[in-house]
């Protein structure tokens, strides 16, 4: 919520609009006086790590009457503030539709009772709502996420991780209640994420005589060599005649039918705490901006509009539409319609809710014979990446739900030019999913004119229908040689797909790639611990180097959600001019009583200014103001455990790539060439795509091995209005002189 309170306040002061901050929420509102004040633009400095929000929140119960909206009113009428932005659930957003609502009969009100003017009331005669929603539950129709809910997904992830080891060493079995009254998400995903075994969510209840499947399933995991159970709880699971099924019922089950040793944590408000991850910055900073322009875009017959993430692009909707349709799930859940309360979430969660199942039920597994098996092969290929074993685990045990084989192959193209594979068993990935880096191995080698040959009678011998290629540009441009191949070598002629993984984000076809959240989140940390540095020390200035070859994307992106000064990347090439610029900036900012500097550099962005070279400068042009020091972060960029999110990613990407194959793969050797059965498989916006590699050849710069196609350039300005660069910034003093109509709160 910081993320986006700073990047709102920003952008409409950018706006040439005046600010205020209302503490402690409506109740605020409804007291005024020192609960209302004007902020600056550093005024909303170093908060982008925080947890929580610094302006507070609570409920108000006089704020549900008229007589405390009246109050509100008359609040806002006396600083001219006619523009209101609300970040909260669908309860703080109905009330602030309310108090739209009734805006020109307060003023009336207020102007008969002697409080305020008839000129007053004319001055501020309508009230602009937008709305953003903060909630971990990410219950909110009208956006993808809600600000919140990935930060308290990486505290239950956090949590699973430490208990497992703990769980494992001892045999334990475990019950995690997580929050989530009336929604599933965080059980789902956390559930999907950590390869939990059993999970109960209020969206729907288990059919009668669930313990003893519940039992049956984990006494079968601890038959396939697992040495824990995991059974994730949301608060508000219910069975299906609406009893509460509480974490201790869960446990006395499995005592009295197991006789395992089980325990139960409650994570409770841990899920609210701590540092924001890397995708709630970023989502802060961009539905915030567009918040600012939304109420300073908005006139007396705008319809109030909540600002949101769909896919990757930020979309106003309707406010009242999303919080009634947000409202209709919550009726149908009071009313047990269970099954349409769970059609009616966002397709996702039931896409996750459906392929969870399959991944965690070892009673519905399909069994075809062998003449009907498909058999796939798996490898790893290119720089390791957050996501890919998660993949890899999802992958095979999918297909063994559906009664396919799949082979591994070791040490990528190259092992499999050896014969180095192998039949994965069930066993062998049990607790992948939480583990970094590639258990196969992986390397940068691509197939040659010498290994073909070689990989093509592997190929044929192990009789192998599909080929999944998990890695970054080299698992691309493989495939590209291997689609070229085909015509010679019948063997070659199956569906091949890569998924796209590398913390480079580099992989045409796609926007995002498995292990680039994991890198932001390791980027943004180390950011945060030199900022602290910086600020302690007074007077210092950090030049971070990032990888990513010749793509910005970390650069850019770490730089936005870490509130840098300035990134430099390859695809935006710095000048001379460009340094100078920003070596005024960083003074002006110093000089303004902010001690601390941040400059994203990625590793190949110049050949000229380099890393060593920036950091000279700055020191030299600092003088007195500043020193500078710079920092690497080199390949601790791709290790880590997998974030939540590069944890779904993998999910979801191996569940759509067995399906493209179930579809597509044939039994017997295709005798034509099909280009349309090698592709890319990536996220545009909201939806999975599929890409025949013959298509993306046209629109990828192989030598910098770069997509032309990058959506994540059009977010550079915001990086720098945010850092408030000269070149995108008014003069200092608009504030001054603002029209207070455009004042915002």
């Known amino acids: 919520m910081n993320a986006a309170l700073r990047a709102t306040v920003r952008m409409a002061i950018y706006r040439h609009a005046r600010v205020f901050l209302i503490y402690e929420g409506y109740q605020g509102l409804v007291d005024g006086g020192d609960l209302i004040k004007e902020t600056t633009w550093y005024g909303v400095s170093h908060i982008m790590g925080k947890g929580g929000t610094v302006i507070g929140t609570a409920r108000c119960k006089e704020f549900r009457e008229r007589c405390g909206r009246r109050k509100a009113a008359l609040n806002l009428v006396k600083r001219g503030i006619t523009n209101l932005v609300v970040i ?11 108090f739209r609502e009734e805006w020109s009969g307060l003023l009336q009100e207020l102007v008969d009772a002697g409080d305020i003017t008839a000129e007053d009331s004319k001055r501020c005669d309508h009230l602009n709502i937008v709305g953003m929603v903060g909630s971990i539950d990410n219950d909110m129709c009208g956006t993808d996420m809600t600000l919140g809910a990935d930060s308290a997904l990486h505290r239950i992830t956090e949590a699973v991780d430490a208990i497992s080891a703990t769980a494992a060493s001892h045999q334990r079995s475990f019950v995690l209640e997580v929050m989530g009254r009336h929604c599933g998400y965080l059980a789902l995903m956390s559930a999907v994420g950590c390869g939990a075994d059993w999970c109960l969510i209020p969206e729907s209840p288990p059919a009668d005589g669930w313990e003893k499947k519940m039992c049956e399933q984990l006494a079968q995991s601890r038959k396939e060599g697992g040495r824990m159970n995991l059974i994730i709880v949301a608060e508000g699971a219910v069975d299906r005649h609406g009893k509460p099924i509480t974490s201790q019922h869960v446990k006395r089950v499995i005592d009295d039918e197991l006789g395992y040793d089980t325990r139960i944590t409650v994570l409770g408000h841990v899920q609210r705490g701590g540092a924001p991850s890397a995708y709630d910055r970023l989502m802060g900073c961009r539905v915030g901006a567009a918040a600012a322009n939304a109420v300073l875009d908005a006139t007396k017959n705008t319809e109030p509009v909540l600002v949101g993430l769909q896919g990757n692009r930020v979309r106003r909707s309707p406010l009242m539409t999303c919080v009634h349709q947000t409202q209709a799930i919550s009726a149908a859940m009071k009313a047990g319609n269970f099954k349409q309360a769970l059609e009616m979430r966002m397709g996702s969660f039931v896409r996750h809710w459906a392929t969870y199942r399959r991944l965690s039920r070892f009673d519905k597994m399909i069994t075809l014979p062998e003449d009907q098996q498909l058999r796939l092969i798996i490898l790893h290929v290119g720089a390791p990446a957050a996501g890919v074993n998660t993949a890899t685990q999802a992958f095979s045990r999918l297909a063994r739900f559906h009664g396919h084989r799949v082979f591994a192959v070791h040490e990528g193209f190259e092992g499999l030019a050896k014969g180095m594979v192998h039949e994965l068993s069930v066993e062998e990935t049990t607790k992948w999913s939480v583990a970094g880096g590639s258990h196969f191995g992986t390397n940068r080698v691509l197939p040659t004119k010498d290994s073909i040959p070689q990989i093509a009678e592997h190929l044929a011998s192990l009789g192998i229908n599909g080929m999944l290629v998990i890695g970054g540009f080299e698992a691309f441009q493989s495939i590209c040689i291997l689609e070229q191949a085909q015509s010679e070598f019948p063997a070659l002629r199956i569906p091949m797909l890569n998924v796209a993984a590398t913390i480079s984000n580099n992989v045409p076809g796609t926007d995002l790639s498995m292990g680039c959240d994991t890198a932001l989140n390791i980027i943004v940390d180390i950011t945060d611990r030199l900022k602290q540095s910086a600020v302690a020390s007074r007077k210092r200035v950090f030049v971070i180097e990032t990888m990513g070859g010749y793509c910005g994307y970390l650069a850019t992106m770490g730089g ?34 902010i001690w601390r500097g941040i400059i994203l550099r990625n590793e190949k962005c110049s050949q000229h200014y380099t890393t060593d070279f920036i950091t000279n400068l700055y020191a030299a042009e600092g003088g007195d103001l500043f020193t500078t020091r710079s920092n690497v972060l080199g ?52 939806k999975v795509v599929f890409t025949p590699v013959a298509e993306l050849k046209s629109r990828t710069d192989f030598k910098h091995r770069v997509p032309l196609d990058q959506w994540w350039l059009e977010l550079r300005p915001l990086m720098r209005i945010l850092a408030k660069h000269r070149e995108y910034h008014f003069k200092s003093g608009t504030l001054e002189v603002a029209d207070p109509m455009n004042a915002t709160a």
């Open 88 to 98: 909260g659930g669908d309860g703080s957003l109905t009330g602030a539709n309310i």
């Open 560 to 593: 936005l959600a870490g509130g840098a000064d300035a990134a430099y990347v390859f695809e935006d090439p710095i000048t001379i001019t460009h340094l100078q610029n920003d070596v005024r900036h960083l003074i002006g900012k110093f000089k303004q009583g």
């Open 635 to 686: 390949h601790m960029q791709q290790g880590g455990l997998p974030s939540p999110y590069d944890r779904h990613l993998g999910v979801k990407f191996a569940k759509v790539s067995l399906d493209f194959f179930m579809e597509n793969c044939t039994l017997q050797l295709r005798k034509d060439i099909c280009p349309q059965f090698v592709c890319t498989v990536g996220l545009r916006a909201r």
